[in-house]
């Protein structure tokens, strides 16, 4: 099993920004890519950003040039750096973990992002 912890998140005006965490703990070694996905009201969950156990990363067009995903300190912590933050970036963003040897693809807790004058 494995358990993703997010911290970060909040309420910031236009153009602020915010940093979301991501620390997985438990059986790690499955894990192949960790990504972020987000789900604002009456709108589908969609993929922000991930990155590979090879460290390619993807982003949404939406995000590119204003997030940045990075590694901590272990390969088991993600961080996302969200700059110039727009009223359509509120959401509540999941952190996800998945690999092929994995049972199962594993959900955080959910931080809410909220973008507002």
């Known amino acids: 099993q494995v358990e993703l912890v997010e911290s970060g998140g909040g309420s910031v005006q236009p153009g602020g920004s915010l940093r979301l965490s991501c620390v997985a703990s438990?059986?790690?070694?499955?894990?192949?890519?960790m990504e972020w996905y987000r789900q604002a009201p009456g709108k589908e969950r969609e993929l922000v950003t991930a990155?590979?156990?090879?460290?390619?990363?993807y982003y949404t067009d939406s995000v590119k040039g204003r997030f940045t995903l990075s590694r901590g300190n272990t390969r088991n912590t993600v961080h996302l750096q969200m700059n110039s933050l727009k009223p359509e970036d509120t959401a509540v963003y999941y952190c996800n973990a998945h690999g092929h040897s994995c049972p199962q693809d594993y959900w955080g807790q959910g931080s809410q992002v909220t973008v507002s004058s």
């Open positions: 438990g059986d790690t070694n499955c894990i192949s890519a």
């Open positions: 990155i590979t156990s090879t460290d390619n990363i």
